[in-house]
């Protein structure tokens, strides 16, 4: 299967990179062949230029795209399946993450009029958070999480879609991160053979 990474994180040192590594050697060891967008490495342009945003906001699809937008939609095109990896930040993904979608997700590609993207047969979210799982569960955040993650940008574009968060990394508390993160690596590394 042929599977594209959309890295966010500007830090090679971070937990976020180590679970990237873990996960991926687990898709090579199931002999999964890997497509990878490195946002920070790429220094993906982020923001929606004047015309992008006209483009959108008419849904004028017939107009042409930016070169770094049509290289990511290619590898969507080239991909069966697509995993997100990235921390999570005020409950949401990264600024340049989200920006990916908003210059990605086009009209004429990933919605109307006549949507030319493809359905992947998988979509994974791996989330990395601070906080606990039952933190973000009791204030809700986890389902807003999932709700713009899963509900939203995924939709009816997976034919499977799934978000896994990885709770507690937070510096704040260095002896549960310390705890919990060597069982999250290994959980990353099933994934990646599971998938």
Not at 160 to 182: F, G, H, Q, S, Y
Request: charged share 25%; hydrophobic share 40%.
């Amino acid at each position: 299967m042929n599977i594209l990474i959309v890295l966010c994180h500007p830090d090679e040192n971070s937990f976020t990179y180590q679970v990237y590594r873990k996960f991926t050697q687990g898709l090579i060891n199931a002999g999964h062949n890997i497509i990878l967008s490195d946002l920070y490495k790429q220094n993906f342009k982020t923001d929606l230029s004047k015309e992008e945003y006209l483009r959108e906001t008419n849904y004028y699809a017939e107009q042409p795209l930016a070169k770094d937008v049509q290289i990511e939609q290619s590898k969507i095109q080239n991909s069966d399946a697509i995993v997100l990896i990235y921390p999570v930040f005020w409950t949401e993904a990264p600024a340049k993450l989200v920006g990916w979608f908003d210059r990605v997700w086009t009209s004429g590609f990933a919605y109307n009029p006549h949507p030319q993207m493809k359905t992947l047969e998988k979509a994974l979210i791996i989330a990395c958070a601070g906080k606990s799982i039952q933190t973000l569960t009791e204030t809700g955040e986890r389902a807003a999480m999932e709700t713009v993650m899963l509900g939203d940008h995924i939709r009816n574009r997976a034919k499977e879609k799934e978000m896994v968060i990885l709770d507690d990394m937070t510096n704040w508390n260095k002896e549960l991160r310390a705890k919990k993160l060597p069982i999250h690596l290994q959980n990353v590394y099933q994934l990646g053979i599971d998938f």
